[in-house]
């Protein structure tokens, strides 16, 4: 057994090691470290916890029983996930943690005197307050990471839900969790926990669901936002520092992406969380139905034209995963690296279904992370390429985001593929992408299209060099 | 008058979420994936919670319905934090620089 101040203070080191874990993230090189100061920083809370209860009798054994087993599924689906399933592994973490603070809370709400927080019935009302605002949010993560997951993995149509009187209800909801907090904090009653904890869950599925499928990096951020500040309820709950700290770097992490993935699309917040994005859509695509000619052409055309370029930018997207195109596309590009052709990557914010998915994908392609460019960096230099390749991506090129203020995308930063001399877009057909209209790109006059799945064209591409 | 802990939680609180803002706004954008999981796997550092609920029960009855639950929350807090670090760990592994001596 160890005192509570020795205790407390190791607990705040494992705190200033998890923030050490996400300074390492500010490069690829550092990187490595902070994931491993962060281990470290965990090993350190979990031991001193031991310690502290300092009860080693049978209960420790199933402790480690239950570490083991959960370890062994976790070390199992790390190894097993494929890069391109990212954003489920992430929500369906998210879910876990949002579960975890949900079990916790409740335990503490039965025996709180394991936790020094007063007798069953009679719990200090700081600790009360704390605990449910822990668990409401914690069943808020939990419900709405489980929709993110089943909308991610297809079993859910990610279109988005809504049926009349959806906001009102969700106020009439929100409110109410808050006011049973405040009568569970001043009646001490173990029934409206439990109503507080069902609302809850229900709520978190009732936010999630009106939230289109494509709009999921910013869904998948904000429940990393949420999970954060469960923990850090709970944190206050159990008056521990390294839930506190690690509770408020999370949770401002999920929002700081969150913001990041709303700018890239020039959405507000509300905006996505209000979801109906798929109402404006449907009158603006009908209206401009006409057909317009566009270029097509075949794998001999493309690689003719790379051939003779002297600079190629690749614009990949998140079709280029569906297709698991990145490995042929890699092959392609180091084919005309040895015909000396400057080839580099151009990642918009929102590409792909998760903060930073396409450069995990390019990676584990074995595509160095130096040849890989965000939009601000690559930008101007379209102007100076001579081909775009654009595989899998859609509207983060559509010039309309720049030119027409009626375009529901109007005012979303997007990539200039449109000044290169010549642009290769590789699609299945010219069907509209997510925002459901028509990208301007496919009819202008040096775009060439290439119908056809990603990974056999850049295959047959790459034959044809 | 002495000063409620709680004051000093809720300073700690606040100036972590300062440092989480300026911490993560400093990672850079192509490593926001693993950013997002090893912040998944250092918030599962609620298992600390889970452990003392766990072991809240005495040497007769290891089993409660308050310890059960926190078992539960072990075990998929366990998940978490092996699945999240190692996860980090893969991803992290496959970010190369350019070979020089490659032509």
């Not at chain 1, 429940?223 to 521990?240: M, R, V």
């Not at chain 1, 390019?362 to 992370?369: C, D, G, Q, R, S």
């Not at chain 1, 699609?427 to 299209?449: C, H, Q, V």
């Not at chain 2, 998940?79 to 893969?90: A, C, H, P, Y």
Request: proline share 4%.
């Amino acid at each position: 057994m160890i005192s509570a101040n020795l205790s407390a203070i190791f607990y705040l080191i494992s705190g200033v090691l998890f923030i050490l874990a996400l300074r390492g993230l500010s490069s690829p090189e550092t990187s490595r470290q902070g994931n491993f100061f962060g281990i470290l920083g965990m090993i350190i809370a979990v031991t001193v916890t031991f310690l502290s209860v300092g009860n080693f009798s049978t209960g420790f054994v199933y402790v480690l029983i239950f570490i083991l087993v959960g370890g062994s599924i976790g070390a199992l689906i790390a190894y097993r996930i494929p890069m391109t399933a990212m954003p489920e592994l992430v929500a369906g973490f998210h879910s876990l943690v949002g579960l975890a603070a949900v079990f916790v809370a409740i335990s503490a709400f039965l025996n709180p005197e394991a936790f020094n927080l007063g007798m069953p019935g009679n719990i200090k009302l700081g600790s009360l307050i704390e605990m449910s605002i822990g668990a409401a949010v914690g069943a808020i993560t939990f419900s709405g990471s489980v929709i993110a997951f089943l909308k991610l993995q297809g079993i859910m149509s990610g279109s988005p839900i809504t049926f009349k009187g959806q906001h009102p209800l969700n106020a009439i909801i929100l409110t109410s969790i808050i006011a049973l907090i405040y009568l569970l904090c001043s009646t001490q009653s173990s029934n409206l926990f439990w109503i507080l904890l069902a609302v809850s869950f229900l709520i978190g599925f009732l936010l999630i669901i009106p939230i289109g499928g494509a709009d999921m990096p910013v869904v998948i951020s904000m429940l990393n936002s949420y999970s954060g500040w469960a923990a850090a309820g709970i944190g206050f709950t159990l008056e521990n520092t390294a839930l506190i700290i690690t509770g408020a770097l999370v949770g401002s992490s999920g929002a700081i992406l969150s913001y990041i993935m709303c700018k890239g699309m020039n959405r507000s917040f509300f905006n996505v969380i209000l979801g109906g994005f798929g109402a404006t859509e449907e009158n603006s695509s009908s209206s401009s139905k006409e057909q317009r000619p566009v270029k097509s052409g075949n794998a001999d055309d493309a690689a003719f034209l790379m051939k003779n370029a002297s600079s190629v930018i690749i614009v990949p997207g998140y079709g280029m995963a569906v297709a698991q195109a990145q490995h042929a596309l890699r092959e392609m590009v180091d084919t005309l690296k040895k015909n000396d052709i400057k080839v580099s990557y151009a990642i918009h914010p929102v590409a792909g279904r998760m903060p930073g998915h396409m450069n995990v994908l390019l990676a584990e392609a074995n595509v160095p992370y130096d040849e890989v460019f965000e939009l601000e960096e690559i930008n101007n230099d379209f102007a100076n390429a001579d081909v775009a390749f654009v595989i899998g991506a859609n509207d983060v090129t559509n010039p309309v985001a720049k030119t027409d203020p009626q375009s529901p995308i109007y005012g979303m930063p997007v990539l200039d593929v449109e000044k290169c001399k010549s642009v290769l877009f590789v699609k299945r057909s010219l069907s509209p992408g997510y925002a459901g209209i028509d990208n301007d790109l496919f009819y202008k006059e040096n775009t060439l299209m290439l119908f056809a799945d990603a990974k056999k064209m850049t295959e047959d591409i790459t034959k044809n060099l | 008058m002495e000063i409620d802990p709680l004051i000093f939680r809720l300073s700690i609180f606040i100036l972590s979420i300062f440092v989480g803002y300026y911490v993560v706004w400093s990672v850079t954008p192509s490593l926001h994936t693993p950013l997002m999981s090893v912040t998944n796997a250092i918030s599962s550092v609620i298992i600390v919670g889970a452990i003392i609920a766990g072991l809240s029960g005495n040497s007769d009855s290891v089993f409660n319905t308050s310890s059960i639950f926190g078992f539960l929350a072990i075990a998929l807090a366990a998940i978490n934090i092996f699945g999240g670090f190692l996860v980090t760990q893969r991803m992290l592994a496959m970010y190369k620089k350019k070979k020089k001596d490659k032509k």
